[in-house]
């Protein structure tokens, strides 16, 4: 039985189950991914530096989205 066989009889029999379960579990990941950069960046890059280290965050946001959408338009 392959891992994603249970989900998609749970998607198929209980649709509102199976969105509540998905929601939760990208919650669960941007909290966790959120944090995780909260403590990188802020407390062990820029220690106490919260300009920079907002700045630093804001670049490297922007610098990842145009490098996505030149991929994207790569592909496309």
């Given at each position: ?5 249970p ?5 198929r ?6 969105t ?19 403590i ?15 700045l ?9 989205l ?11």
């Amino acid at each position: 039985m392959a891992l994603w066989e249970p989900f998609e009889r749970l998607r198929r029999r209980n649709k509102v189950l199976f969105t509540i379960i998905v929601a939760f579990a990208v919650i669960m990941f941007w909290k966790g991914s959120w944090t995780l950069l909260s403590i990188v960046i802020d407390e062990w890059l820029f220690r106490d530096h919260l300009f920079w280290a907002n700045l630093f965050t804001t670049a490297l946001g922007i610098g990842l989205l145009t490098l996505s959408g030149l991929v994207l338009e790569k592909l496309v």
